[in-house]
């Protein structure tokens, strides 16, 4: 039979699914389904009921639904609750730091009572509370108790810490009288700074002295802050606590003084020094009369009450001005009660005898050169403030001022007040760029403009050198050069030199950094500068020598437990950097610090717009550092390092060096000490061959005998080219060409 192509193939037969396999499909199909089912039927009823909770919710608010006054004072409200909840946060964070000045044995801490003494054992004065010598409050004259309350704090057994009104009524008097007329503080406060805080005048500082004074009322009572207060107050003549002030003023115990008294004492809590009746009498009692006014205007006393007071002022014991020096024994009472905190815990004695290193003379003569320099100068200059600093090479501070006057302000400048240095940081930058090996005293170096982005620091007179030795770079003080260097050898290498020096204050690594835009303190400048004097060793900057009780157990000794010193500096380093900072002095910026037979080492330094003015400079014997400024950092009228500081410093530094063995300065061996000194011929103008007395300040006199010396010059020699005379005359005619260029980041 033949094939039909149309007909149809039988089709083949399929395999038999295994038994069971339909079924178990069927379940998986379906049990997903029934997942995807649940999913949606939950999405689709969670829908539904939030939906009907945000209509109940809504319904709800309804009911609170405020319109016109009522809703506009629900706004407001709730604004307070936010921005209260704000406040609160921001308020926890500032009262941390405040907080964490105190610890558990706060109280004890601060009841040390030291008897301090000088280096050659004679007493200088004393720190802290004697506790056998305290009165108890309620033995006390209650006239002294309402003088000192109607004077500093009314309201003090009404407010919490904190007298609000008092502020707001203080800040009112002084706006309208356009200066400080009336303190806001209450007592509190002024005892929280006393026991916790510096004198710094910060806003950091008053944040916490306000939160302080809200933890001491938490913890004491009002007769016990009261009474901390009149036992720890500064009274001036050296003295703390009202009853060492009425022992020192009048002879008496504070429980004996009358009514005229009192009102003088409680007078002093304002300005000690200032209404001191042992140095101005006059405003001691004017002072006095203003409390016994104030007596009666707070309605403690009658205007017959004090009348008699008023007839006879009270008059204190006849002393001679006794010289404390206040701002000294500060430094070292921190420096006894960190040493204390390292004793066992269990160490019972509080009372400390303890030796410092200071030298009566050279602090009396530093204090002399301080006082005359801003008498006689200061209005000339615009100054009006300055800080001292003098130690010997191994650390020990000799001597140090804190400011002009310890009665008006207590902030200690030379420990605690951060300004720019200038110049007189560029011996860290020169001598970090000679340890590297790259740099010599006589390498030569570039003195060119240069931009480094968008700033470009310029010299003194806006001129240029050109190619010079590294040494003539320094003693010229020239900005350019010294920028080269720290991008030749890094910024952050000076930084940590600077640091290994002993200059403690955080320094911001900027572009103008070589030129000193960085803050220090004087402290810093004058341990740094230690390094210099005694080979390159850092040290230690310390007031304390030994610590012993009143039995004379000894306690601590430096010698024994103080920190050693470390080399950082290498020998070959300081043979090369110190002649190079003995150029500064005998040829460069300054020269007023030359000390004849003595050779004098150290760098000038002045900030922008005049606002500082440094000397910082050393001997075998001394390392010193000295600032000139304002405290609200208003420029003065044009002083520069090589002015009032050089002389001010060579005044103090010339009359330490008498009758002591001149030590030899390290790297100036074999190099002979000038036999004269700038300064004193400054006060001398040579006139046709003849050297004549001038009534000119020091600057301007030496200016007009550069000119005169220049101008004789100019008859025997060519004019010299434009390249670097006119910097070069600043140098011979004294001006001190180190103020850095404005710009720096």
């Known amino acids: 039979m033949s094939e039909t192509p149309n007909a149809e193939m039988p089709e083949e037969p399929k395999e038999a699914p295994p038994p069971g396999a339909p079924r178990r499909g069927r379940r998986i199909r379906n049990a997903l389904l029934a997942i995807d089912s ?19 919710y809504v319904a709800f608010t309804e009911r609170f639904n405020l319109q016109g006054p009522a809703r506009w004072g629900v706004e407001v409200a709730s604004e307070a609750v ?18 964490q000045e105190t610890s558990d044995d706060w109280l004890k801490r601060a009841d040390l009572s030291v008897t301090f003494l000088d280096r050659y054992g004679n007493t200088i004065g004393e720190r802290g509370i004697r506790h056998n010598d305290t009165v108890p409050l309620e033995e006390f004259p209650d006239h002294l108790i309402k003088a000192v309350l109607a004077t500093e704090d009314r309201r003090f057994y009404d407010h919490f810490g904190i007298d609000v009104p008092g502020t707001f009524r203080a800040l009112l008097s002084n706006a309208r009288a356009g200066g400080v007329v009336q303190g806001g503080s209450s007592i509190t406060q002024q005892l929280a700074k006393n026991l916790f805080l510096s004198n710094e005048r910060t806003l950091e500082r008053k944040i916490k002295e306000a939160f302080l004074a809200l933890w001491l009322e938490f913890h004491l ?10 036992d720890r107050a500064y009274m001036g003549g050296g003295t703390f606590g009202v009853d060492a002030a009425a022992q020192y003023y009048f002879g008496k115990s504070a429980r004996d003084v009358n009514l005229a008294e009192a009102a003088m004492l409680a007078g002093l809590f304002k300005a000690p020094s200032k209404f001191a009746p042992h140095v101005n009498l006059p405003a001691a009692r004017g002072r006095a009369s203003v409390v016994l006014d104030n007596l009666v205007d707070a309605g403690f006393m009658t205007e017959g009450q004090v009348f008699g007071a008023r007839r006879h002022p009270a008059t204190p014991i006849d002393r001679k001005r006794e010289d404390v020096p206040e701002y000294y024994l500060d430094y070292a009472f921190e420096q006894v009660k960190s040493i204390v905190a390292t004793l066992p815990k269990d160490y019972a004695e509080r009372s400390f005898v303890v030796r410092t290193a200071l030298d009566p003379n050279i602090q009396k003569a530093a204090d002399t050169a301080i006082r005359d320099s801003l008498k006689q100068f200061g209005k000339d200059y615009g100054a009006t403030q300055s800080a001292m600093v003098v130690m010997e090479p191994n650390g020990a501070v000799r001597a140090m001022v804190g400011g002009r006057d310890y009665g008006e302000s207590q902030f200690n400048r030379a420990t605690d007040a951060l300004r720019q240095p200038g110049s007189s940081f560029k011996p860290y930058v020169y001598t970090a760029a000679l340890m590297t090996g790259k740099y010599k005293p006589d390498t030569m170096v570039l003195d060119a403009p240069l931009c480094i982005g968008n700033w470009c620091p310029q010299n003194y007179g806006h001129s240029y050198a050109g190619r010079l030795p590294l040494i003539t770079a320094l003693t010229r003080s020239l900005n350019t050069v010294a920028v080269r260097l720290a991008e030749s050898i890094g910024r952050g290498r000076i930084v940590d ?10 320094l911001k690594i900027t572009r103008a ?5 960085a803050e220090v303190t004087v402290m810093d400048q004058a341990t740094a500068y230690c390094v210099f004097a005694n080979g390159g060793y850092a040290v230690q900057p310390h007031a304390v020598i030994d610590m012993r009780t009143p039995a004379g157990d000894p306690v601590w000794n430096f010698a ?9 500096i290498p020998p070959e380093v300081i043979d090369m950097i110190n002649p190079m900072l003995n150029s500064v002095v005998e040829h460069g910026t300054g020269r007023r610090a030359i000390i004849p037979g003595v050779k004098v080492a150290g760098k000038t330094g002045t ?16 390392a010193a550092a000295i600032w000139f400024g304002n405290d609200d950092y208003t420029p003065t009228r044009r002083m520069t390092g090589g002015s009032l500081p050089a002389m001010t410093w060579q005044k103090v530094l010339a009359f330490a060096h008498q009758g002591i063995e001149i030590k030899p300065t390290p790297g100036l061996d074999g190099h002979p000490a ?14 046709d061959g003849v050297k004549r007395p001038v009534t000119l300040s020091p600057d301007s006199a030496e200016q007009l005998m550069g000119l005169s010396a220049r101008m004789k010059e100019a008859a025997r020699a060519p004019l010299p080219g434009p390249s670097a005379s006119l910097e070069s005359d600043r140098v011979l005619a004294g001006r001190d060409p180190d103020t850095p260029a404005t710009g720096s980041n």
Not at 221 to 230: A, E, F, P
Not at 513 to 517: I, K, S, T
Not at 674 to 687: C, F, G, M
Request: glycine content about 8%; proline content about 4%.
């Open 497 to 506: 030199l600077a640091h290994a020096m002993g200059v403690k204050s955080e």
């Open 607 to 622: 900030t922008n717009a005049y606002r500082d003015a440094w000397f910082v400079g050393f001997t075998g014997n001394y």
């Open 221 to 230: 009572t009002k007769n016990q802050i009261l009474k901390l207060y009149l």
């Open 82 to 99: 936010t921005w209260g909840a704000v406040g609160a946060v921001l308020m926890l964070t500032l009262a941390l730091p405040a907080f």
């Open 513 to 517: 950094l070589p030129l000193g835009a």
């Open 674 to 687: 000038p036999t004269s000194n700038a300064s004193a011929q400054a006060s001398l103008l040579e006139i």
């Open 560 to 568: 024994q437990e103080g920190e050693k010193p470390k080399r950082v």
């Open 38 to 56: 649940w999913i949606d039927s939950t999405i689709y009823t969670g829908g539904v009921r939030l939906r009907a909770a945000w209509d109940s």
